[in-house]
């Protein structure tokens, strides 16, 4: 990871507690269901357990396939949570 300054990473830590936390469910739930955090929650968990950064399009697929939620769903969320922000974490 390579960050330009300390205020990158710590604001990337931030990102990360706050996804991890049950207010993240709380904000995100009515519009793309609990259990569809949830699982975005457990794979960000599993990603830093790893520590292993998580490619996009194998969360995409997880949820496309194995979940059975829509592609535009998903980019919905990408696009409401920023993915951006959660690199290098998510690739």
Known sequence: ??????????????????????????????????????????????????????KKEVLTNYFVKKLKYSNEQVNNFYDSIDISLYYPLVL
């Open 1 to 54: 990871m390579y960050y330009n300054d300390s205020k990158d990473f710590i604001d990337f830590i931030d990102i990360v507690n706050f996804t991890l936390d049950s207010s993240f469910i709380e904000k995100w739930r009515y519009k793309y269901s609990e259990k569809f955090i949830s699982s975005f929650q457990m794979k960000i968990l599993k990603a830093l357990s790893d520590r292993k950064p998580l």
